[in-house]
DNA sequence: ACTATAGGCAAGTGTCCACTTGCCTATCAA
DNA sequence: TTGATAGGCAAGTGGACACTTGCCTATAGT
C-alpha cells in the first residue's frame, strides 16, 4: 500500500491532481482535465488523466463516488500521514 | 527540488537504501552493497546502487564526503519534513 | 614498484510507464 | 428515438529508467 502511495506521488501530473482536489473537491474527470489545461498549460487528453486518477485511486489517495453519469472524486489525505516518518523516527521498514 | 525528492523515493531499492542508512549512517558504496544483498536478497551490482545513491543525492536526502578512497553517505531527513503538508490541511491551524 | 581496494564513466539492453487513438457503454435531455 | 454528455476499455507508441557490462582512475598496503 506504501508502495503504491510512492508510485502515485512520482508523477508531477498526479500530484497536480491532489492539487486541485486538495483546493476543490468532488470533481469529476471533465473538470480536473479542464483545470489541468486552463491553470497548469496541460494539454493532456481525458484518458491519461483518467489513467491518473486510476492510480491514484489504487493508491489510496483518492477516493471516488458515482452518482448518475457522473463520478466525483475526493481527496484521501490518510496515506500521506505517516508517510515520511519511516525515516524521521525509526519505525520499521515497510517494503 | 521537491520533484527530485518524489522522484527519488519512487524507487523501492532506494527506499531501502534510505532505510540502512537511518540505521547506520556513514556507510561506503561497498557496506550498503553488502546489506542489500544480505538483509534484503537484492542481489544488485555496485553500478546499481551508485546510481541510486546519486539520484539520492540530487534530491538532497542523501549527502556524502570523500575521505581518501572511501565516500561515506549519511542521511539527510530534512527534504522529507514538510514533504505532505501540501495536501494536508489543518482543521485546526498552527498559528 | 606491484597489487588489491574503493569508486567513477559510458554505452547498451530490457522493461515499465505516460500518453494517444479508436471504439464502446451508460446516462440524461429534446 | 435521437443526440449530446460523462466515462470506460484496449492496443499501440515513444521515452524514461533500472540495471548490466566493460573499462578507467585513485588511493592504500606490501
Sequence with gaps: ???????????????????????????????????????????LSRQAVSQHLAVLEASGLVESRREGRYKFHDLNTAPLEHIAERWIRRDQPED
Design 1 to 43: 500500500m506504501a508502495e503504491d502511495v510512492f508510485k502515485a506521488l512520482a508523477d508531477p501530473t498526479r500530484r497536480k491532481i491532489l492539487d486541485e482536489l486538495a483546493e476543490r473537491s468532488g470533481q469529476t474527470l471533465f473538470e480536473i482535465c479542464a483545470r489541468l489545461s486552463m491553470k497548469h498549460q496541460l494539454g
